[in-house]
């Protein structure tokens, strides 16, 4: 039975005129109860009506000042009062909480501060059971919390609304233009990216700024980014395909738009089943990691009553960049005199040199699960409480797999434009296609390609391998072809010495960063191919500029994107290779797994979220169940791979782990049909450049888009 109390408190609240004195609210809750139960009438009473969330609570505070906020936060206040509703704790306007969107985002930040600053000095002076007062009070608000998230989530939830961007259109004409973008597809890659980049700071600036559409929650909550924006609403660049090679299709118009041909479909579906190889293929292996290396360094802490172990051993570092410099702040580097330096973001005259470091890796604390200050250092983001057995899992290897995860929504291609000096000399760029311009002297310059490739286009030709001739059939961009154009191509110029009266040839080969060539389609026929000199005493054949007519199009432009899994496998190489052992010392390893942060982008990372990683693979050569004295010098050291240092580790870990392997199965070990060939309709995504370019191109030409 409720309390006649908590009842009028019920009746006001069906009222709409809900008010509180905050120095008398324990007398409208004489139990627990009456408080449980107020709570769910007020979620109740929202559900029937969610607009009632808006409806005005009054309260007033010790020094009866008067303060209004929405039933919904008041709610909020309740959960997060539950503690003073159980043991009588006077509430005051200081206990209250400023339930807003900043709020909602990191509550969790309230919570840590409450417990720490409010609740736990109650806890020691009535002598309480912290522990169990804690778990208690986290148990149901988290409970609270998640069931509120689920009934709300239904009626509450931001979605996206037709008819309420079609009213956005008629109320403001910059976002109406940008959602009518058409991208101009005569423009190279790098222009179209950057238009886009542009577009999406402009959308969102119109969204915020008006502030009445649909889709200012999900600027607000952060979970749509500027990228994902302007695919959705602006349009979309060029994308990569599923061997990480741009299209030469660009989506003109925003999703919204809906896909416009051909060309747009074979392109979604391109990054679709992208998305889908990397799911299958990385995230699983990312997650399987995850567990291993937290497993690993479960009981890894930092000893604060310790200021130095003392070890005479170090690693060296080499300072490549600035990033490698910041990669090592707050980590104490040794001086010529023994002494120690902790390093900072201004040592910038190390860079280029290579620096003795202090390493928890080789710490010499006599506790295995211990390292000592000195060894640890101080990273200015840190607490004293950080787990640092599990830095490895979540600041390297999440942040790598939620970017595998989310690879159809972060898959744009950052193209550079196309700048080799020496070709650009004698061709333009017009759609991404190098076209010889008008030149004085053209039979002085030529272009070097290997014979092999050539001899395999001609044969290809003659055999009629290119859809009876048809130059627009896109096999000309096989993966064979591709990988030789890459490392061979030369360009030769012919020099007159009148001092001696002697001719010269100056031959440079051409580099390509992020970009290769394919021959072009007009290139691609019999009576063009057979221009190209091929010489019977040589390896090389021979393209003189002189045969071309100007303004003919003689190779396509192809771009390469990083491919987002490459960190990841190459993060599973460094600690989980096949063999039991591979490094004897601790340097490699730690250059390894720093490069691997730097050209991976991971922002705010610093050495000590590895080396939690490298000091569980360190083991003594003789006795992989130990780890190497390194209060001794020159010690001989083996880092072992990840699967052997936990089952050759702790007793707790190992048990752990042998019941996590039940439960998750390595993805190598994936059952794999050897009757499924390939093709860009293979199950197990074994596409190439050649298959990705002839299929989308055949089904380009066909729909009658090129």
């Not at 091929?534 to 771009?559: C, M, R, W």
């Not at 050495?607 to 003789?622: N, Q, S």
Request: one cysteine or more.
């Amino acid at each position: 039975m409720i309390s006649f109390q908590t009842n009028e408190l019920v009746q006001s609240l069906y009222k709409g005129q809900l008010e509180l004195q905050l120095k008398n609210i324990h007398e409208n809750f004489t139990t627990k109860y009456d408080y449980d139960l107020f709570c769910e009438f007020i979620t109740n009473y929202m559900l029937d009506d969610y607009k009632r969330m808006e409806n005005n609570v009054t309260i007033f505070d010790e020094n009866n000042e008067e303060y209004h906020i929405t039933l919904f936060q008041f709610l909020i206040n309740l959960y997060f009062l539950e503690f003073n509703f159980m043991y009588k704790i006077p509430i005051t306007k200081d206990w209250l909480i400023d339930v807003d969107k900043e709020f909602l985002k990191s509550y969790h930040s309230y919570i840590d501060n409450m417990c720490q600053n409010k609740i736990y000095p109650i806890i020691k002076k009535k002598k309480l059971n912290s522990k169990r007062v804690f778990s208690w009070i986290l148990s149901n608000l988290t409970e609270r919390m998640t069931k509120l998230t689920e009934t709300l989530s239904l009626i509450a939830a931001p979605t996206i609304s037709l008819f309420d961007l079609s009213e956005f259109c008629h109320r403001n004409d910059k976002f109406n233009k940008l959602l009518s973008t058409q991208l101009d597809t005569t423009k190279s890659f790098h222009q179209i990216e950057n238009e886009l980049v542009e577009d999406g700071k402009k959308l969102k600036e119109v969204i915020v700024s008006d502030g009445r559409s649909c889709l200012v929650p999900f600027i607000d909550s952060n979970c749509i980014n500027e990228q994902q924006l302007t695919q959705l609403l602006v349009a979309v660049g060029p994308r990569m395909s599923s061997s990480n090679v741009v299209m030469n299709h660009v989506m003109k118009t925003s999703y919204l738009n809906g896909l416009q041909n051909v060309g747009d479909y074979i392109a979604e579906a391109e990054i679709a089943s992208k998305a889908l190889f990397y799911k299958k293929n990385y995230v699983g292996v990312s997650g399987y990691m995850s567990r291993e290396t937290n497993l690993s360094g479960m009981f890894l802490k930092i000893d604060y009553n310790m200021e130095d172990c003392g070890t005479p051993n170090y690693i060296n570092y080499e300072v490549e960049s600035e990033k490698h410099l910041n990669f090592i702040v707050g980590k104490n580097m040794i001086l010529p005199n023994g002494k120690l330096k902790s390093v900072t973001k201004n040592d910038k005259d190390l860079i280029g040199t290579t620096i003795r470091l202090r390493s928890m890796c080789c710490c010499a604390h006599p506790d295995r699960h211990h390292v000592c200050k000195a060894c640890y250092g101080s990273p200015k983001d840190f607490k004293d409480e950080y787990m640092i057995g599990g830095a490895t899992s979540t600041e390297v290897q999440n942040p790598l797999s939620n970017a595998v995860m989310a690879v159809k929504h972060h898959s744009g291609t950052k193209t550079k434009e196309f700048d080799n000096p020496e070709l650009l000399t004698y061709f333009s760029i017009v759609e991404s296609r190098l076209v010889l311009k008008p030149m004085h002297g053209p039979e002085k310059v030529s272009l070097i390609f290997n014979k092999e490739y050539i001899e395999d286009v001609l044969d290809r030709l003659n055999n009629d391998e290119y859809d009876n001739g048809d130059e627009d059939d896109g096999e000309t961009d096989g993966s064979s072809l591709v990988s030789k154009m890459l490392s061979d191509v030369s360009l030769v110029v012919k020099t007159y010495d009148e001092m001696t009266e002697e001719e010269n040839e100056v031959v440079t080969e051409i580099k390509f960063d992020g970009s290769f060539l394919t021959l072009s389609e007009e290139m691609m026929n019999l009576s063009s191919i057979k221009k190209i000199e091929i010489p019977i005493d040589s390896d090389q054949a021979i393209l003189h500029l002189e045969d071309i007519k100007p303004g003919t199009a003689v190779f396509n432009v192809k771009y390469i994107t990083a491919e987002t899994s490459r960190y990841l496998k190459n993060l599973k190489n460094i600690i989980e290779r096949a063999k039991p052992t591979w490094y004897d010392n601790l340097d490699e390893p730690i250059r390894d797994f720093t490069n691997l942060i730097i050209e991976a982008g991971l922002k705010d990372k610093e050495m000590v979220f590895i080396e939690p990683a490298i000091y569980a693979l360190t083991r003594c050569p003789d006795n992989v169940m130990k780890r190497p004295d390194f209060s001794k010098k020159d010690v001989k050291l083996n880092v072992i791979n990840l699967k052997t240092s936990i089952f050759k580790g702790d007793l707790y870990s190992a048990l752990i782990y042998q019941e996590l392997t039940k439960l998750f199965k390595d993805i190598d070990s994936f059952y794999k049909d050897p009757s499924i060939g390939e093709g860009i309709h293979d199950s197990l995504f074994k596409t190439s450049v050649k298959h990705d370019f002839s299929y989308m191109r055949k089904a380009l030409k066909k729909g009658k888009i090129i």
